[in-house]
């Protein structure tokens, strides 16, 4: 009787271990726990970077990148219980400055363009201090790439393309991007869709051709960095760059104080540039499976 008692007691509570494990084991579970874990993280460290001085900053947001990138890893292999190839160290710096490369085109051609349709002309700031500008601009665009791609790309994704498949995924982390920065200065409903499409497809896209969270980051970074740089707001957040901007004309081509995410004109570069990398996506074959 002691045996079957023991052996009953044991069976009980392997089925409360086995439900416990299949609680984490869901997706919405993991994608909230790493989330929160990011967040942390984020919430900790970047008070100490806007206070620090210079290269310390800089040091700081590396750590906090690092700190953020190693949640994410802890959460996907043991709640999620899956490979992480996204963040793959075979490849990752070619990875990081390709992506890098096309962000950098992206914001280039869409500046261009603005300028020469007389939305925003540019004059050297004579007062800027040039390597505490570099340093701003690179720590502020770093920070923001890493923890909000391990979010929306990472987690977010990785969890919808679990449950409903990969379009939903899509449209969902894209809607999302584009509604969380609505508390942003200069805000609208049209610079929430514009930055749907422009930044939730793009970067969605970019991840799905790609199959990898260093390119997205990548183009994430060197977007926000340059922007930075040439003393656009960065979705609605002022920065003193190496230039004044002067704006000029409707905010449909200007972004108005929202910044040069709020134009229609880097809307429709973006869709020339997801659009192909979806097609290379399908036609590759290249889009993740619903892992198990």
């Known amino acids: 009787m002691k045996k079957r008692s023991a052996h009953k007691e044991h069976s009980q ?15 919405i579970i993991w994608m909230i726990a790493g989330t929160i874990g ?25 750590t906090l990148g690092f700190l953020a990138i ?12 899956r490979s992480i190839p996204e963040l793959s160290r075979k490849g990752a710096g070619v990875e990081a400055v390709m992506g890098a490369l096309t962000g950098l085109i992206f914001i280039a051609l869409s500046t261009i363009i603005i300028v020469l349709l007389g939305g925003y002309t540019f004059q050297w700031a004579n007062d800027a201090d040039t390597v505490t500008v570099l340093i701003v601009s690179i720590e502020a665009a770093l920070g923001a790439a890493i923890v909000e791609e391990l979010i929306f790309r990472g987690l977010v994704f ?9 379009w939903t995924g899509l449209a969902v982390t894209s809607l999302f991007f ?14 929430a869709f514009a930055l749907s499409l422009e930044a939730g497809l793009l ?29 656009i707001p960065v979705s609605g957040h002022s920065s003193a760059g190496l230039f004044i901007v002067k704006v000029h004309g409707p905010s449909l081509l200007t972004g108005g104080d929202f910044g040069l995410e709020g134009s229609v004109v880097p809307v429709i570069i973006s869709l020339l ?4 990398m979806l097609y290379g996506a399908i036609r590759n074959r290249n889009l993740p499976p619903n892992f198990t």
Do not use: C
Request: aromatic letters at 12%; proline letters at 4%.
């Open 273 to 276: 540039i997801s659009i192909p």
């Open 70 to 81: 190693m949640v994410y890893m802890l959460i996907m292999k043991y709640l999620a219980r």
């Open 13 to 27: 509570m392997d089925e409360k271990l086995s439900k416990w494990n299949l609680f984490w084991h869901f997706p």
């Open 203 to 231: 970067l969605g896209a970019a991840y799905l051709w790609r199959r990898n969270l260093w390119f997205v980051m990548g183009l994430h970074f060197s977007w926000n960095a340059l922007e930075g740089l040439l003393g």
């Open 38 to 62: 990011i967040i942390l993280v984020d919430a900790l460290i970047r008070p100490l970077v806007e206070q620090a001085p210079g290269l310390v900053s800089l040091l700081l947001t590396l």
């Open 158 to 166: 990785q969890a919808i393309n679990k449950l409903l498949g990969t």
């Open 178 to 191: 584009g509604i969380a920065h609505l508390g942003n200065t200069g805000a609208t409903l049209w610079s």
